[in-house]
């Protein structure tokens, strides 16, 4: 007599189905399956193997009992596994449900109802009637899963950075080591079937990008059971190549050592340095499966987003039936695509121009009338001076150092122009200063120019520009010139790629004095490095009144357009279409400047005289004549630096310093922290 226990097949007493053992054998031969190791699974039968298992487990819940046993089964010597009666199933059930229930230890686990009536500030009970209350609770009964509930639950939780530290330590103690250790508050809501009720705050440590999904945390565990289990390796830093490089630490180690050793042989310069080992999973295969087998692409995080579309999306996501707004955001929009499919189309006409001919900068005796130079500028975000990672320069004044960088779009070539702000401010005058140093010092012979950059009315787009590239084409320099402004919000050069080199580089730079930084700037980018001008007070001149005394902006706004709606300026000579034959004709204006509201080529232009008829005489004069003055607040923090933090043949640059009303002395006692 078999016993109860024994595996069999319904039509067959063998220990398995014959099915099985033909699924097993149709995935391998014998000519490439010679026992079962490890190495093998992990080649092609580890998911053979682990199909065969799940399905011959199914199959023991195909038990043999005594026909006596059951008497709806009786006759039979075989029942059906019912997942659904097994005991912690009809728990879990009963828990989605938020029925009373037995736990698994036996006791009584009563149905979910609403909290008691709470004293909080947020009023939650007076917002939330009982009649709304008990149908809050009967939806979320009703969810069906426990994973639709801890969904639900996660999309009512905000989190945000705090708006104040306080300065005590956790829990009300007094500890100054632990004060400020709240990093993330959390703000949770009741969804109505109107607005969304604050329900509760609570302040944690957990990422505010962290989802927080199971619900049975009590709010006061919730920051310490969510960072445990989301800070491990999901981080910021985990971007796709450092993906596939722990992919290469895991399953290719050797890949990964002899990179290690081509590194060591290249700082010890021993030569010849060891051959490289190619992975078989390269990085491009490895986001390749990503991209098509899951559907999933790897971006970078917006941080600089538009503020317009901001603005229209929330309004758009206020009220859906909002025609105008959408209409907005898609005419705003295509004119910031409209912006970059221009700048793609004149790089690539630009570098086409230059095709087999020399291109030799910096040299007065080449020309070439038919080639285009390229250009677009912006200016860096200010750099710290000193740049040091102690908490004291958190919360110090700080030296800005200037970065307006200039890239040649045609030899991809980045020029960083570069000073602090005891030398010079960074306004339309220092712009016009470094473009006219560009043009003066690094001419290519081309008789054409294109440039990019975005419309900040301080720097770009002004008077003081129209009047700079009016005067480069009156006194030879270009023949025909072209200024293009990017769409406000959409303003990506080839600038941000240089700047994100010098970023990068930042990160581990210890900058004492701003002339560190045109070393650091010097060696960002390896394959291409920088070239930085230092920029003194004699280089700077003061375009601003000289363009004033020569130029007029009072027609820029005339016609029924802005000037701040302009994208596209012309100077020297312009290309006119004839709106009947569409004859192209090509126009001398040298006391215009034609404007455009749009990239395209097909609409006319707007000309603005803008040369006045009797200019002034007014000459082109050095801008500052003795070191800017800073404020004594931002003295007595640097000196304090200086004299705690940075070495002595730096030091002295700041202990010399002075501001309006500090006397070269200092009032203000140093803090004993």
């Not at 990964?256 to 590194?263: A, Q, S, Y």
């Not at 000193?386 to 004291?392: A, E, G, I, V, Y």
């Not at 080529?601 to 004069?621: M, N, R, T, Y």
């Amino acid at each position: 007599m078999a016993s109860p226990f024994d595996f069999v097949n319904e039509s067959a007493n063998t220990p398995f189905s014959d099915s099985w053992m033909e699924l097993f054998q149709s995935e391998s031969s014998d000519d490439d399956f010679d026992g079962f190791n490890e190495d093998d699974c992990q080649f092609g039968l580890k998911s053979n193997v682990r199909e065969f298992h799940q399905r011959r487990d199914e199959e023991r819940f195909d038990v043999v009992v005594r026909s006596g046993d059951d008497p709806a089964l009786k006759g039979s010597r075989k029942r059906v596994a019912n997942p659904e009666r097994w005991k912690r199933n009809v728990r879990k059930r009963a828990a989605v449900l938020g029925q009373q229930r037995r736990d698994y230890k036996g006791n009584i686990v009563p149905a979910r109802s609403t909290g008691r009536r709470c004293n909080c500030r947020n009023e939650c009970f007076e917002k939330v009637d009982p009649e709304l209350q008990y149908h809050i609770l009967t939806r979320f009964n009703n969810l069906g899963s426990k994973e639709r509930q801890d969904q639900y639950l996660n999309s009512l939780i905000i989190a945000s950075d705090p708006k104040r530290q306080g300065a005590q330590g956790r829990l009300g103690t007094f500890d100054k080591e632990n004060a400020g250790r709240r990093k993330t508050t959390y703000k949770y809501h009741v969804a109505t079937d109107r607005i969304p009720v604050t329900a509760w705050n609570q302040g944690g440590k957990t990422p505010k990008d962290t989802n927080i999904s199971s619900p049975n945390i009590s709010p006061r565990k919730a920051p310490e059971q969510a960072e445990q289990n989301f800070t491990g390796d999901n981080r910021k830093d985990l971007n796709v190549s450092r993906m596939h490089h722990l992919y290469l630490e895991a399953h290719e180690p050797e890949v990964v050592e002899r990179e290690k050793e081509i590194i060591k042989a290249k700082k010890e310069r021993t030569f010849p340095l060891p051959l490289k080992i190619k992975p078989v999973v390269t990085e491009h295969r490895y986001r390749m499966v990503f991209n098509r087998d899951f559907n999933l692409g790897f971006g970078l995080p917006r941080s600089d987003t538009c503020a317009k579309c901001e603005k229209l999306n929330l309004v758009i996501k206020s009220d859906p039936n909002d025609m105008d707004a959408r209409q907005q955001l898609a005419d705003h929009q295509e004119m910031a695509d409209k912006g970059y499919q221009t700048m793609r189309g004149d790089r690539k006409a630009a570098s086409a121009s230059w095709s087999g001919k020399s291109r030799p900068l910096g040299s007065a005796a080449f020309s070439s009338v038919d080639a285009v130079d390229m250009i677009s500028f912006d200016f860096q975000q200010n750099l710290p001076t000193p740049n040091l990672q102690h908490n004291d320069v958190f919360y110090a004044r700080q030296l800005w150092t200037y970065n307006f960088g200039i890239h040649d779009c045609v030899a991809e070539k980045g020029y960083m122009y570069m000073w602090d702000e005891t030398i010079a401010k960074r306004g339309s005058a220092e712009v016009a200063s470094c473009l006219k140093h560009f043009f003066q010092v690094y001419p290519s012979g081309a008789k054409s120019l294109v440039s990019f950059s975005d419309g900040c009315g301080g720097q770009n787009k002004n008077l003081t520009l129209v009047g700079l590239y009016n005067e480069l084409h009156l006194s030879g320099v270009y023949d025909i010139l072209n200024h293009k402004f990017l769409t406000r919000g959409h303003t990506f050069l080839k600038n941000d790629s240089d700047f994100a080199q010098i970023e990068k580089r930042k990160a581990s730079a210890k900058v004492f004095v701003p002339s560190d930084w045109f070393s650091v700037v010097r060696e960002a980018s390896r394959r291409s490095p920088f070239e930085v001008v230092a920029m003194q007070q004699e280089d700077f001149k003061n375009y601003k009144d000289f363009v004033r005394s020569r130029y007029t902006n009072r027609h820029f706004s005339s016609g029924g357009s802005v000037f701040r709606d302009v994208h596209w300026l012309n100077f020297g000579w312009g290309e006119e279409v004839d709106p009947v034959s569409g004859k192209v004709t090509l126009v001398h204006h040298p006391n215009e400047v034609w404007m455009r509201c749009t990239y395209s080529d097909s609409k006319p232009w707007k000309k603005v005289k803008v040369l006045k008829k009797s200019p002034g005489s007014v000459l082109l004069e050095q801008l500052y004549h003795a070191p800017l003055v800073l404020k004594p607040a931002k003295i007595r923090d640097l000196k304090k630096m200086a004299r705690h933090h940075i070495p002595h043949p730096q030091r002295d640059f700041y202990l010399q310093m002075s501001g309006e009303g500090d006397g070269g002395s200092e009032t203000e006692e140093e803090d004993d922290d």
